[in-house]
Nanobody, 115 residues
């Protein structure tokens, strides 16, 4: 059983920053790509950023240059530094990981950007 636990969501004003963290635990023999998706109100879940076990990253176009994804392989954690947050970044953010060659998801953490 693999668990992903997110932390770091909250309420911020436009232009401010937040850092999301996700820790993987459980019986993990291997862990590959990790990353973040988000689901805005009334929309489907979309990729925000991903990072491979070797550190290669990819970002959605609307967050490139504002968000930075990183990971600590030893601690099995992935982080998302979100700067210059905009109203449209409001969403539930979900951590995901390919662990033991299967997809796993966190429960989600709410990020609200509001003035």
């Amino acid at each position: 059983q693999v668990q992903l636990v997110e932390s770091g969501g909250g309420l911020v004003q436009p232009g401010e920053s937040l850092r999301l963290s996700c820790a993987a635990s459980g019986s993990i023999a291997s862990i590959g790509t990790m990353g973040w998706y988000r689901r805005a109100p009334g929309k489907r879940r979309v990729l925000v950023a991903g990072i491979t076990s070797t550190g290669s990253t990819n970002y959605a176009g609307d967050v490139k240059g504002r968000f930075t994804i990183s990971r600590d392989n030893a601690k099995k954690t992935v982080h998302l530094q979100m700067n210059s947050l905009k109203l449209e970044d409001t969403a539930v953010y979900y951590c995901y990981a390919i662990a033991n060659y299967m997809d796993h998801w966190g429960q989600g953490t709410q990020v609200t950007v509001s003035s």
